[in-house]
């Protein structure tokens, strides 16, 4: 019987959990979940609030740990592993939170150049020429030397996605990243989503409430419940003709 690492390999898998369980107190929010993504896929996670879409995101920052189960990406150990195999495994993984979190004494370029050169080791000037390319990319070439505070919220999501980026990080991981920017802000971050889903092959998860944007750049759409995935397809099924009637439910709320 082969290790699920090993298992994960042969299935072409980038990111494998299998049985994982989590709790808080008595309440389960994953209850012996098993999904997995393949390398350059687009999936998107949607469910009801506290279905665990950002429980899922967190354990796969090592921001939390499952109570069991294992955790794989790309063929490495997430959990349960130890902290030298975790830390090689993480660096492959990149989040964009809905609150950017820039940070706001630094100007924008520092904010993208900071990580690779303090934990890839760049150099500087590696750094800042990647930084500029990221830049120009999410539409920002010109504010290289402003702070955060002097950005829009549209633009210092651009801008947490481009340091993000800056990692190359082979999983991209997206919480609800438009979700606190005033509407007429939201279509410009969303473009250059679609704009990285089409040009690179960066894998994505993918949390969100804009169905279309969705429909537009999923492979495959995953339907949270309970702690478990009870449907899964490409998104025209998913959101034209779901199966279960949790999913129909679901979608007729947000859509
Ligand atoms: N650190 C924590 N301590 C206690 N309970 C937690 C913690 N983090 C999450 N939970 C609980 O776990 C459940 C799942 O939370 P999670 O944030 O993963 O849901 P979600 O699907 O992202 O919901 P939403 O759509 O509202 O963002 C919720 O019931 C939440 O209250
Ligand atoms: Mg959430």
Redesign the pocket.
């Known amino acids: 019987m082969p290790a699920d690492t090993d298992l994960a390999k042969q299935n072409d898998e980038l990111i494998r959990f299998t049985n994982v369980t989590k709790s808080?107190?008595d309440?389960t929010?994953l209850d012996d979940l098993c999904f997995s993504v393949r390398p350059g896929r687009h999936v998107t996670l949607i469910?009801?609030?506290?279905?665990?879409?950002?429980?899922?995101l967190?354990l796969l920052m090592t921001l939390?740990s499952p109570d069991s189960g294992t955790i794989d990406v790309n063929g490495g150990r997430l959990f349960p592993a130890d902290e030298k195999e975790r830390r090689e495994v993480r660096k492959k993984i990149g989040m964009v939170f809905q609150q950017f979190n820039l940070f706001p004494n630094m100007t924008v370029l520092r904010n993208i150049t900071e990580a690779p050169v303090r934990v890839l080791g760049l150099s500087k000037d590696e750094a800042e020429e990647r930084a500029r390319e990221l830049l120009d990319l999410v539409g920002l070439a010109d504010r290289a030397d402003a702070r955060p505070s002097q950005l829009s919220g549209g633009q210092q999501q651009r801008v947490a996605i481009a340091r993000a980026l800056a990692m190359r990080p082979q999983v991209l991981l997206l919480?609800?990243v438009t979700s606190a920017l005033d509407p007429e802000l939201v279509a410009g971050v969303l473009d250059v989503l679609r704009d990285i889903a089409r040009t690179t092959d960066i894998t994505m998860l993918c949390?969100t409430h804009e169905m279309n944007f969705a429909r537009d750049i999923s492979d495959e759409v995953l339907m949270?419940d309970a702690g478990k995935v009870i449907e899964s397809g490409p998104p025209e099924k998913i959101f034209s003709e779901p199966e279960h009637e949790r999913t129909r439910e679901f979608l007729s709320a947000v859509l």
């Open positions: 808080f107190g309440n929010v469910g009801p609030s506290g279905s665990g879409k950002t429980t899922i967190r939390a919480d609800e949390v949270f």
